[in-house]
């Protein structure tokens, strides 16, 4: 069984650009939520998808965006990068979006901001 | 505001004592509760997931549910420094939300 994946590990970028984050979901897993998780503190919600479409956001703004496929992978977009944007950035799957759903974390990608 | 929360610790236990980790939450609504843990660099592992009201064995794992007191707890028993993380607890809100919901973790530390 593959577990979930994310690529790359860890990235550098300046204030205003662009990134992107990929992740494949764990096998036979449909659902991906990602999330972020500064230093010291617990993950937190960016968003879910499910069936290609968002099914689910937390408090982050619009420049926090993302897309899922038909292989059930998916990819967090993140513009105008701001210096507070710096954290851990991890994907997590499910075999569906059920609340009774524990959820499959990747080894997650470091961003820093400079 | 939904909220979950965790004393920061750090919790230090020796070597094959019992380590009890304690988790309050917020909405009354959640029904599903769970376990991760995270070595530090690393992304948090599931160690446990518990629905119903009442206690939960997996090996040297425990979780405790008290839906009444809005109350999670982990126990771990014979704790080894292999155990020796951060223990993040986690809750989905009521009312069909996918938003899986973090406390800011438990760091334990057991002393050989």
């Known amino acids: 069984e593959t577990g979930v994946t994310q690529s790359p590990t860890h990235l550098i970028k300046t204030r205003g650009q662009q990134v992107t984050l990929r992740c494949s979901s764990q096998?036979?897993?449909?659902?991906v939520s990602w999330y972020q998780q500064a230093l010291g503190q617990g993950p937190q919600f960016i968003f879910q998808y499910y069936r290609e479409e968002e099914n689910g956001r937390g408090n982050f703004p619009p420049r926090f965006s993302g897309l899922q496929f038909p292989n059930y992978s998916s990819e967090l977009n993140v513009n105008a990068l701001e210096l507070d944007d710096s954290a851990l950035y991890l994907c997590?799957?499910?075999?569906?979006?059920?609340?009774?759903?524990?959820?499959?974390f990747g080894d997650g990608t470091r961003l820093s901001i400079l | 505001q939904k909220e979950v929360e965790q004393n920061s610790g750090p919790l230090s236990v020796p070597e094959g004592a019992i380590a009890s980790l304690n988790c309050t939450y917020s909405?009354?609504?959640?029904?599903?509760f769970f376990w991760y843990r995270q070595y530090s660099g690393k992304s948090p592992e599931l160690i446990m997931s518990?629905?119903?009201?009442g206690d939960k064995e997996d090996g040297r794992f425990t979780a405790q549910l008290n839906k009444a007191s809005q109350y999670v707890s982990l126990l771990i028993r014979d704790s080894q420094p292999s155990d020796s993380a951060t223990y993040l607890c986690a809750a989905y809100p009521g009312a069909g939300s996918y938003q899986l919901t973090f406390g800011k973790g438990t760091k334990l530390s057991v002393i050989p």
């Open positions: 909405d009354r609504g959640s029904q599903s």
């Open positions: 096998s036979g897993h449909n659902t």
């Open positions: 997590a799957s499910s075999l569906t979006p059920g609340t009774d759903q524990p959820q499959h």
């Open positions: 518990i629905y119903s009201n």
